[in-house]
């Protein structure tokens, strides 16, 4: 499986973006996924895990009540819907395939995108 992120870019404090995960060479269906960021300097930190299902989410609460994640099966996809950004959410996001069921760890993560940047400057 090789997964692909997009969607990112500028966007003022308090603007809206949606990044998408968009998966190839297999299927995601049966997996939990993530999304993770990366800021210069900092490490490597969980945003948003969604279960195989939808069902089930979680996030950091940092982002919480601000971002939404989704998964469209049929289409091999997961989603981000980031509003009210912040100047701290500036960083690169990446979206990842999870070996076990909703963990906020990165090391079970066993499959990852190359990232897409946001930036949130005015």
Not at 11 to 22: D, F, K
Not at 90 to 98: D, E, I, L, Q
């Amino acid at each position: 499986v090789q997964l692909v992120e997009s969607g990112g870019g500028l966007v003022q404090p308090g603007g809206s973006l949606r990044l998408s995960c968009a998966a190839s060479g297999g299927s995601i269906g049966r997996y939990a996924m993530g999304w993770f960021r990366q800021a210069p300097g900092k490490e490597r930190e969980f945003v948003a895990h969604i279960s195989w299902s939808g069902t089930n989410t979680g996030y950091a609460s940092s982002v919480k009540g601000r971002f939404t994640i989704s998964r469209d099966n049929a289409k091999n996809t997961v989603y981000l819907q980031m509003n009210s950004l912040k100047p701290e959410d500036t960083a690169v996001y990446s979206c990842a395939k999870s070996r076990v069921p909703l963990t906020t760890t990165p090391q079970e993560y066993d499959v990852w995108g190359q990232g897409t940047q946001v930036t949130v400057s005015s």
